[in-house]
């Protein structure tokens, strides 16, 4: 489990393709404190770390994982959203966050407003019924807020989100480029009411 909170910004040194995708990520994480096997949270992906060195540590990706996860997310020289596994006993300053990446979103528009970002994303259809204003989402690996919703004719819905400063400075967030995709996971109390739903549905 994760709480959305990014602890540091890793650096794609390697991407190399064996049976799997390998990556090896540079952090400031204290990797004698990492263990062999420990998960690490990527811009939103639950990672299992499978080697490690002094500042950089080495995971492996599945074909399922890239197919389901921001295009371009994992090439060489890439940044990333960077948070370890919750720690029984630790502060849980964003949401539960599983590393479960639920679909990708695109960016519409980026807007300041006043210090912050105004940050429209379209999100798929299949997540529309799980988006809520007040509610949570995860951006990437970041918890965020919902500040608005907008279905659109096709199915799919805009959700505004608002980006203070110090979340764009210790985030990747900090570049928003046209075209940009994000790794989304809806809030767990929805996936699992989103599950209920359709069994009745189903059953009726």
């Known amino acids: 489990m994760f709480t959305g909170i990014i602890t540091d910004i890793g650096t794609i ?14 952090s400031g994480y204290d990797m004698a404190s990492v263990a062999i096997g420990a998960s690490i949270a990527c811009s939103g992906a639950c990672l299992t770390v499978v ?9 492996d990706l599945s074909a399922e994982t890239v ?13 990333l959203n960077l948070e370890r ?8 300053g964003g949401h539960i966050v599983t590393g479960h990446v639920d679909g990708v979103g695109h960016l519409v528009s980026a807007t300041p407003q006043g210090d912050s970002i105004r940050l429209v994303v379209a999100a798929p259809a299949a ?11 995860t951006l990437d690996g970041i918890s965020l807020t919902v500040n608005s919703v907008e279905d659109q004719p096709d199915g799919s819905v805009h959700f ?12 990747t967030l900090d570049a928003l480029p046209q075209g940009r995709t ?14 209920m739903m359709s069994v009745r549905n189903h059953t009726m």
Do not use: M
Request: with cysteine.
């Open 13 to 26: 040194r390697q991407a190399e393709q064996r049976g799997d995708l390998r990556l090896v990520i540079g």
């Open 51 to 59: 080697e490690k060195g002094a500042d950089w540590f080495a995971v």
């Open 67 to 79: 197919a389901r996860t921001a295009p371009g997310l994992w090439a060489q020289g890439g940044r």
């Open 85 to 92: 596994a919750l720690k029984v006993g630790d502060e849980l």
């Open 127 to 137: 997540l529309a019924a799980a988006l809520a204003a007040k509610g949570s989402i």
């Open 160 to 171: 505004c989100l608002n980006i203070i400063p110090h979340t764009a400075a210790e985030t």
């Open 182 to 195: 994000f790794n989304l996971e809806i809030d767990v109390l929805a996936r699992y009411l989103d599950r």
